[in-house]
Every structure is written in structure tokens, then in C-alpha cells.
């Protein structure tokens, strides 16, 4: 069974610093793995989608990268601003119609 | 606004009432899912529908639970006799037919069984 591990849960910095989020999963026969922005109450806010053959993929200053052999994904999202305060998800597609196992998210603050 | 449209936004219902819920997807997305997300948690998958059919139901979705998409179009997910179990965030998603299988998501229903 797949299992999504996102650490840490939490994660407070000042502005300016680059932000690293990190997603583990078990089984590395996924078809892809999509990152999401979640704002409190809010609905899900797709950022980067990375094939399983892909090894990263960029947006703006969002880079998130993809080792399927380790289990292992990373955003990065470069000079954090307050307005990337948001709870990010991970979540790796391990069916070819599209279910998605998802992670518990990390919960970020950046503070001005 | 051409994304996944939901609706209502939120409902509040007392136990044992019945609720539906609504789902727009992108218009020329062949592939509607719902997932279900309570507080601190990551989504949990539900159903999915190819078209008008309904290809995949999770364990989670009681005998309580039914999903329509009748045209392939719009979804309802309607809970008979709601308990305070069932109080979430209720969230739609759709995926073009072709492609890296990209799923958007609404703005979610949230739920509250009082």
C-alpha cells in the first residue's frame, strides 16, 4: 500500500530565506506526483506536476524535484514571501485514471 | 471562471438530514473525482467517474454515500442520514482525457453535522 510522508508538519521562517518541503513515498511505481497550495478553508491550488520520468520541474520561484528510485520529492520555493503562507501537499498518482494518494501537508508561515 | 466550480460553498445540517452536493468540472474534462479532507489531514479518495460512469469507489464511501454524474457532466454526492462523522471538507477535482492525468480541484464544500 502507498503511503505519503510529508515532513516536517510545520514550518515557520522569516522572509527572504528559501523554503524546502520535503515528500517521501513508499512504492516508486507512481505515474506522477503533483504539488498543491492549500489556503485555510480553501480548495486545492495545483502548482507543479512532475511525470514519473522527470527528474524536476520549474515555476517562477517554485522548483520541485524527483527521485523515484529513493521515494523522495522536494519543493523548493526560492526568497519566501508572506503570501507563501499556506499548507503545501504533496500527492503521488499510482493508478493510469488518476487517484491520488496524498500526503498530510506541511503548514508554512513566513513572517515579515 | 473556467475552473472546477462546487457548490454549496458550506452547509451547516443537523444529524440525520440529508445533504447533496454539486460539482462543475472543467468543460472538456472527461475524468470528475471526489475526495474527502478533514482538519489536518490530507485528502482521502472517494470515487471517480470516466464519463457518466462510475469506474471506482473507495471503502470509505458507506451505503450512506451516493455519487451520480448523469451526462458525464456535472456530479452530486448526496449522505442520507448524516452523523457528525461526516463533518469535512468535501472536494471535487477533474482531469482532461489525455495528458500527464493533471487533476484541479474546487473550492470544496465544507460540511458541518451538528
Known amino acids: 500500500k502507498q503511503e505519503v510522508t510529508q515532513i516536517p508538519a510545520a514550518l515557520s521562517v522569516p522572509e527572504g530565506e528559501n523554503l524546502v518541503l520535503n515528500c517521501s513515498f513508499t512504492?516508486?511505481?507512481?505515474?506522477?506526483l503533483q504539488w498543491f497550495r492549500q489556503d485555510p478553508g480553501k480548495g486545492l491550488t495545483s502548482l507543479l506536476l512532475?511525470?514519473?520520468?522527470?527528474r524536476e520541474q520549474t515555476s517562477g520561484r517554485l522548483n520541485a524535484s524527483l527521485d523515484k528510485s529513493s521515494g523522495r520529492s522536494t519543493l523548493y520555493i526560492a526568497a519566501s514571501q508572506p503570501g507563501d503562507s499556506a499548507t503545501y501537499l504533496c500527492?503521488?498518482?499510482?493508478?493510469?485514471?488518476?487517484?491520488?494518494?496524498f500526503g498530510a501537508g506541511t503548514q508554512v508561515v513566513v513572517t515579515p | 471562471d473556467t475552473g472546477v466550480s462546487q457548490d454549496p460553498r458550506h452547509k451547516i445540517t443537523k444529524r440525520g438530514q440529508n445533504v447533496t452536493f454539486r460539482c462543475d468540472p472543467i468543460s472538456e474534462h472527461n475524468r470528475l473525482y471526489w475526495y474527502r479532507q478533514t482538519l489536518g489531514q490530507g485528502p482521502e479518495f472517494l470515487t471517480y467517474?470516466?464519463?457518466?460512469?462510475?469506474?471506482?469507489k473507495s471503502r470509505l464511501l458507506s451505503d450512506r454515500f451516493s455519487a451520480e454524474r448523469p451526462k458525464g457532466s456535472f456530479s452530486t454526492l448526496e449522505i442520507q442520514r448524516t452523523e457528525q462523522g461526516d463533518s469535512a471538507m468535501y472536494l471535487c477535482a477533474s482531469s482532461p482525457p489525455s495528458g500527464g492525468i493533471e487533476a484541479f480541484f474546487g473550492q470544496g464544500t465544507r460540511l458541518t453535522v451538528v
Open positions: 467517474f470516466q464519463n457518466e460512469a462510475q469506474l471506482e
Open positions: 500527492a503521488v498518482l499510482t493508478d493510469s485514471w488518476g487517484k491520488l494518494q
Open positions: 512504492d516508486s511505481a507512481i505515474y506522477n
Open positions: 512532475i511525470q514519473s520520468s522527470q
